[in-house]
């Protein structure tokens, strides 16, 4: 069987509460840039459009809910189309009076392939609800790919085993957080998981932000062997970490 090599990148951002336009707008910038020329699958970090958090610590993101149909959705759907690349990005979305925490999937025409709301909100969450779509396995680029966001990785193997099992890759956006002095939680879950379902992952994290917290940066691509092929770099400001995957 010959491998399918596949550019894909994890686009780390600091994040910008509460200014989508500005977050598009960087966004847009570095996905024109050199850095990212002949990239063919981009993942953006979880809730990044909106922030996570603000820098007061206010977590609840109802006042930035948007249907499927909305203005930013249609934005990542124009930055896929218009820099012809795949491109999975966040969205606080509102379906029938409930929210959640989602990530939608375009092709690099712009349409969109695949749609999951996390299953597994964090405890800060509490405006979001349990994601109720099943963990989907996507038919992108040639390849089987599937979703997962932060604090899902902790069930992930139980609430979705077949699904990994199935799939070539993993997109996994989050916006980490370690407890203090406990190190990286993401070095031994993320190589762990890939060697149990044989699948490799692209981690976007969150940058370094207001508020800092222990586990933003750090975002990664492993291979489906677990072994890491980049990392984003310690320090502040957006890092593009790309590597080349071989995949079935």
Not at 37 to 55: D, F, K, N, Q, W
Not at 174 to 203: F, K, M, S
Request: aromatic share 6%; charged share 25%.
């Amino acid at each position: 069987m010959v491998a399918r090599a596949l550019d894909v990148v994890a686009l780390e951002l600091p994040q910008r509460f509460g200014d989508p336009p500005a977050v598009f707008a960087e966004i847009g910038r570095l996905l024109g840039s050199p850095a990212l020329s002949g990239a063919e699958l981009v993942l953006l970090p979880e809730l990044i459009l909106t922030g996570y958090v603000s820098p007061r610590g206010a977590a609840d993101l109802r006042r930035f809910a948007e249907p499927l149909d909305g203005e930013s959705a249609r934005g990542l759907a124009e930055l896929a189309r218009r820099h012809a690349v795949a491109l999975a990005g966040p969205l606080v979305e509102e379906g029938r009076g409930r929210f959640y925490n989602s990530l939608l999937v375009f092709d690099r025409d712009g349409r969109r392939v695949g749609h999951y709301r996390k299953r597994h909100p964090w405890f800060p969450e509490r405006w979001a609800a349990p994601g109720d779509l099943g963990t989907p396995v996507l038919d992108l680029l040639g390849l089987r790919v599937t979703t997962a966001i932060c604090f899902d990785v902790h069930f992930l193997s139980e609430d979705a085993g077949d699904a990994l099992d199935d799939a070539d890759l993993l997109l996994f956006p989050t916006a980490w957080v370690d407890p203090p002095g406990e190190g990286d939680a993401r070095a031994e879950l993320l190589p762990a998981l890939a060697r149990r379902h044989h699948v490799a992952i692209v981690n976007a994290n969150w940058g370094p932000s207001r508020p800092a917290l222990a586990g933003q940066g750090g975002s990664r691509i492993l291979d489906a062997e677990g072994r890491l092929l980049a990392a984003a770099p310690s320090g502040p400001g957006p890092s593009v970490v790309r590597a080349t995957l071989r995949l079935p």
